[in-house]
């Protein structure tokens, strides 16, 4: 089952609680799925044995408040830091992810890989991910995943894409740079087992830090 938990927080209740960049929002998300025995052991390997992030978080901010919505396989727990009033959590069940159609809301991190020189005539094994900037290749970006994704972008309902956000943050006394594209429209499902993965899964890179989760809402178009 998946589950869908929203926590308001109001400004002032950010600042007490230190909340002022992704990776903060990326260690308080954690705390929802800590009491998971094997998320604990999880978190006690290596960074690169650790595999992805087991939920997909975003928060928004409103005019008095932030929400942050997490989405995950695992059961959540209401942790210390936010009151009953605070956090809602609800079941999705299968038949919210088998509709034909929705509008969506992505924010997401587009990017692409480019070969890096490995100073030997070659190239590195990893190359360098380099943030999609115009709308052109962004555009080509959304349609490309939606293929990978179980779904087609309708394009007769217009899709919006938001000018490019900075989201810088510290990690571990190291500076970090995030950036955030807003893609707004609407889909249709082609494929619903790698749909329903999207939704769970997410979309793109940067999934721990606030990005990639596909919030949408069945449409009668």
């Known amino acids: 089952m998946t589950n869908l938990v929203k926590i308001i927080l109001p400004y002032d209740q950010l600042a007490k609680e230190k909340i002022n960049d992704n990776y903060a929002w990326h260690k308080k998300a954690w705390t929802v799925f800590s009491h998971h025995p094997e998320l604990k052991e999880r978190n006690k390997k290596l960074e690169k044995e650790k595999g ?38 609800v079941d999705i069940d299968e038949s919210y992810l088998s509709q034909s159609d929705y509008y969506f809301d992505l924010y997401a991190n587009p990017t692409k890989t480019v070969k890096k020189p490995d100073g030997k005539g070659g190239y590195a094994k990893h190359g360098k991910r380099l943030t999609l900037m115009d709308k052109e290749s962004q555009l080509e970006w959304i349609i490309r995943k939606s293929r990978n994704h179980g779904f087609t972008v309708r394009d007769d309902i217009p899709l919006q894409i938001d000018k490019p956000v900075d989201h810088r943050f510290n990690r571990k006394g190291e500076k970090g740079l995030h950036i955030g594209v807003q893609f707004q429209g609407a ?35």
Not at 63 to 70: I, K, R, T
Not at 72 to 88: A, L
């Open 52 to 89: 992805p992030t087991p939920f997909l978080s975003r928060y928004t901010q409103k005019l008095h408040h932030v929400e942050l919505l997490l989405v995950s396989d695992y059961q959540p727990n209401k942790p210390g830091w936010c009151s009953s009033e605070q956090w809602k959590s």
């Open 187 to 221: 889909l249709h499902v082609v494929d619903y087992s790698a749909f329903k993965a999207a939704f769970c899964k997410g979309i793109g890179t940067a999934k721990g830090f606030g990005f990639g989760l596909l919030m949408i809402k069945p449409a009668q178009i």
